[in-house]
């Protein structure tokens, strides 16, 4: 069974940095692509950042500059180092895991980690 392990996420200040984790265990197929997703209230679900298996990136433009996605393919763990956060980056932020082998592909959500940036 599969399981995502989100942890990280809190009340910090505007300015602030957070670093959350995805931990995934039960993982049968090899990881290939690691993200984090944030979602608020009333809004679709934003893609932050992506990893590949090759340690490359992508971010969304809100992210770019401020927050770093890493991974540890021996811990089967995604990082998401957030710094200068805003009260906008304020989500539920989510990982979301591709494993694939062959023609075979399984996607895995987190369960989600508040983030929430206040004064």
């Known amino acids: 069974q599969v399981q995502l392990v989100e942890s990280g996420g809190g009340l910090v200040q505007p300015g602030g940095s957070l670093r959350l984790s995805c931990a995934a265990s039960g993982i049968i197929f090899p990881i290939k692509t690691m993200a984090w997703y944030r979602q608020t209230p009333g809004k679709q679900r934003e893609l932050v950042a992506t990893?590949?298996?090759?340690?490359?990136?992508n971010y969304a433009d809100s992210a770019k500059g401020r927050f770093t996605i890493s991974r540890d393919n021996a811990k089967n763990t995604v990082y998401l180092q957030m710094n200068s956060l805003k009260p906008e980056d304020t989500a539920v932020y989510l990982c979301?895991?591709?494993?694939?082998?062959?023609?075979?592909?399984?996607?895995?959500w987190g369960q989600g980690t508040q983030v929430t940036v206040s004064s």
């Open positions: 990893i590949t298996t090759g340690d490359s990136t």
């Open positions: 979301y895991l591709v494993c694939r082998t062959g023609v075979l592909t399984n996607v895995y």
